[in-house]
């Protein structure tokens, strides 16, 4: 049974940045799309990123666009999350997640059992 395991996350002050890992075991990531989805306390999960397995250019929910960069290395089977820029509503629980496609990151409402696989989150605190 296929496993993500993330890492990375941590307290950073606003405008710091952080680098989220998410290491699969059990099946090939780069035979999936993978994503980055998050919940902020208090909110419903919302999708962030989302890469796909072939080319493409990478989805990014709006608010993140410019400042998050999603990035796959498929020899080491880990997808990541470069967090530049972070502002206080960045503050969540950061989830990786692979899936067929890229449908589920940029619905709303996001539906996180329609998911493939997913880890246990990393949580990312952006305070000063």
């Known amino acids: 049974q296929g496993q993500l395991v993330e890492s990375g996350g941590g307290l950073v002050q606003p405008g710091g940045s952080l680098r989220l890992s998410c290491v699969a075991s059990g099946f090939t990531l780069g035979d999936y799309d993978t994503g980055w989805f998050r919940q902020a306390p208090g909110k419903e999960h919302e999708g962030v990123s989302c890469?796909?397995?072939?080319?493409?250019?990478?989805y990014y929910k709006e608010s993140v666009l410019g400042r998050f960069t999603i990035s796959r290395d498929n020899a080491n089977n880990t997808v990541y999350l470069q967090m530049n820029d972070l502002k206080p509503e960045d503050t969540a629980v950061y989830y990786c997640?692979?899936?067929?496609?890229?449908?589920?990151?940029?619905?709303?409402?996001?539906?996180?059992?329609?998911?493939?696989?997913w880890g246990q989150g990393t949580l990312v605190t952006v305070s000063s």
């Open positions: 997640a692979a899936d067929i496609g890229c449908g589920v990151f940029t619905s709303t409402p996001f539906r996180k059992g329609a998911l493939e696989v």
């Open positions: 890469l796909g397995n072939s080319v493409g250019s990478p």
